[in-house]
């Protein structure tokens, strides 16, 4: 008997540790239903029932409010969904993944999917979520998705870059940097593959030099490097305006 209550207290603090109060409470509710309880067990299972029930209800209170707020954000306009991004990012997000999941599969604008991506990355969500990406229906692991710059494709870009301007260009290399970190971004929940790192940085560099109107300058820039162009990566960035 003495073990039997040994693990079932280490269950319950591990349960409450993982924020599962749901299940713990079940748990609780059950073995303080029991005719008999030692009495040095009876005061820990009272606490945690008590404490238990308090996050519950709290849960409860708090989730009522912030499903209704930011499911109405999130159909609302692109200002107001940048705004649900950001309450979603300070709260437990395992509490809205059916909104989250709702948002991401009607067509997602591309940033905001990509930023509600990143927010369940960086809480680790191990749920198996569903949504629309390029009008293919996918689903992916948040947890086991590779941070955009970590990926090995990113890697080889980030490094060209540095090779072509961090000498001859400081300035012009933080704007290919900061572009291509939000191309990585866009394509989340996929990452950028090792044989694509070259293409996707000439890319960069060309979107770069378009934006700042210097594009003439690119074939000069090939050719100084000693670079055959390489056509093979389409930016979202371009496809999406942005």
């Given at each position: 008997m003495e073990y039997y209550y040994e693990d079932i207290l280490k269950?319950?603090?591990?349960?409450?540790?993982?924020?599962?109060?749901?299940?713990?409470?079940?748990?609780?509710?059950?073995?303080?239903?029991?005719?008999?309880?030692?009495?040095?067990?009876?005061?820990?299972?009272?606490r945690l029932y008590n404490e238990c029930?308090?996050?519950?209800?709290?849960?409860?209170?708090?989730?009522?409010?912030?499903?209704?707020?930011?499911?109405?954000?999130l159909n609302g306009n692109l200002e107001?969904?940048?705004?649900?991004?950001e309450q979603l990012k300070k709260s437990n997000i395992r509490n809205h993944l059916e909104i989250?999941?709702?948002?991401?599969?009607?067509?997602?604008?591309?940033?905001?999917?990509?930023?509600?991506?990143d927010a369940m990355m960086e809480q680790k969500i191990a749920d198996e979520i569903h949504m629309t990406y390029q009008n293919m229906d996918i689903?992916?692991?948040?947890?086991?998705?590779?941070?955009?710059?970590?990926?090995?494709?990113?890697?080889i870009a980030v490094n060209a870059l540095c090779e072509w301007f961090e000498d001859?260009?400081?300035?012009?290399?933080?704007?290919?940097?900061e572009?291509?970190?939000?191309?990585?971004?866009?394509?989340?929940?996929?990452?950028?593959?090792?044989?694509?790192?070259?293409a996707l940085a000439l890319s960069i560099v060309l979107y770069v030099k378009a934006a700042s109107g210097t594009q003439a300058s690119f074939d000069a820039f090939l050719q100084e490097k000693g670079i055959q162009?390489?056509?093979?990566?389409?930016?979202?960035?371009?496809k999406h305006g942005i």
């Open positions: 269950q319950l603090h591990k349960l409450m540790a993982e924020h599962k109060e749901q299940e713990a409470f079940a748990i609780l509710e059950q073995e303080l239903s029991m005719p008999y309880i030692p009495k040095d067990v009876e005061p820990e299972l009272i029930r308090s996050e519950l209800r709290a849960q409860k209170k708090q989730r009522s409010y912030d499903e209704e707020d930011i499911e109405a954000l107001e969904q940048f705004m649900a991004v989250i999941e709702a948002y991401l599969c009607k067509e997602p604008h591309v940033l905001v999917s990509s930023y509600l991506i689903s992916f692991l948040p947890c086991y998705i590779e941070a955009p710059m970590r990926s090995k494709g990113a890697i001859e260009d400081p300035t012009f290399l933080k704007m290919c940097i572009s291509l970190i939000q191309e990585c971004y866009l394509h989340l929940p996929f990452n950028i593959d090792e044989d694509e790192g070259i162009q390489d056509y093979g990566f389409a930016l979202l960035l371009n």
